[in-house]
């Protein structure tokens, strides 16, 4: 396999000031991207500014020989986000949205200022940046976008209700980015990494930290992003140097007379086939949706875009 290289390609990475996004940034520059190290420099918990954040980064990869310029707009204001890309370098192929804060806190202390940030930052930010970049992949058929999920939003979890929610919406944003993309070589993907930060320092123990190193997500982003992947619309679970693809899995379903209906009582008696997963299969669009319901219907159920 020849080396994977993204020499010409302009690669846009939100958040790149720390932790992941940081790794990400030096990894795509030692293989000849030019890079916009994208960093607001604010606190983990949202708030605060500090241009240095990104500059850092920008001088490591400048001393170790490589082409990158920073960038401390918040992902809020996407759109200055890629015109530095295109300002400095001419062109963008790359966006991994991966800038993001955490705001933990139990459902029902949860603060509009909590939910709102949340989503301002993960959800809106992602959109900013790639409703930006889209139209220059699109005409240029060549891009490649990475959304940074969680298994927060897969699974849920304790105190993090706005963090999850919106870390679920950036992949169902992605998946239907996939498919609008997908015609013009644009093809976009979903992480739930697992990594040492400062997001995760003050709840996972020293030792476990020591091997979630960020080096260990890096493959993956940088795979997704280069010419030589052609997946799209995949969302995939990366931490210490395991990876595996996550997709949907439906039970076989529970079929009842269409014309006559059924009963909450009858449902309650079956309840137990559709906990038990017997006759699954994995439906990845909504036309496998669709057409289970349809063909028990006998109707042809397709959506028509209007
Ligand atoms: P980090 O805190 O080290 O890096 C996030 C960066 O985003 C920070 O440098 C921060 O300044 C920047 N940022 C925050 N708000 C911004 C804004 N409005 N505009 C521009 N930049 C902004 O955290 P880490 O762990 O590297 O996180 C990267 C991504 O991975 C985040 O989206 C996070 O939610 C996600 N993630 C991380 C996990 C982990 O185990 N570390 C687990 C699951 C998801």
């Known amino acids: 396999m020849s080396e994977i290289r993204f020499d010409g390609r302009v690669v846009v990475i939100t958040g790149a000031g720390n932790g992941l996004g940081r790794t990400y940034a030096r990894a795509f520059a030692e293989r000849g991207a030019k890079v916009v190290v994208n960093d607001l420099g604010g606190l983990a918990k949202g708030g605060g500014q500090d241009p240095s954040v990104a500059q850092a980064v920008v001088d490591q990869i400048t001393a170790a020989g490589g082409e990158a310029v920073a960038n401390a707009d918040s992902v809020e204001d996407g759109a200055k986000i890629v015109q530095c890309a295109l300002d400095h370098f001419g062109r963008i192929d790359v966006v991994i949205n991966n800038a993001g804060v955490l705001r933990d806190s139990v459902f029902h202390k949860m603060t509009d200022e909590d939910w709102d940030l949340l989503n301002r930052v993960h959800l809106q930010g992602a959109f900013r940046v790639t409703r930006a970049a889209w139209p220059h992949l699109r005409a240029q ?8 999920a969680s298994g927060a939003g897969v699974y849920g979890n304790f105190g993090q209700a706005n963090y999850a929610a919106a870390k679920l919406g950036l992949f169902g944003f992605a998946q239907t ?34 091997v979630l190193k960020p080096e260990l997500v890096a493959p993956l982003v940088l795979l997704l992003s280069s010419e030589t992947n052609s997946s799209t619309g995949q969302l995939f679970e990366v931490g210490g140097g395991c990876i595996a693809r996550l997709r949907w899995q439906r039970s076989g379903a529970l079929t009842y007379e269409t014309g006559r209906g059924f009963t909450p009582e009858q449902l309650a008696s079956d309840w137990a086939k559709l906990q038990s997963f017997a006759g699954a299969d994995n439906p990845a669009t909504v036309a496998d949706s669709f057409a289970l319901i349809g063909r028990h219907a006998g109707v042809n159920l397709q959506l028509t875009p209007q």
């Open 141 to 148: 058929g060549f891009g490649r976008v990475v959304m940074t």
């Open 177 to 210: 980015l996939a498919i609008e993309g997908r015609s013009r070589n644009v093809l976009v993907n979903t992480i739930a990494p697992v990594a040492a930060s400062r997001l995760t320092e003050t709840v996972l123990p020293k030792e476990v930290l020591e």
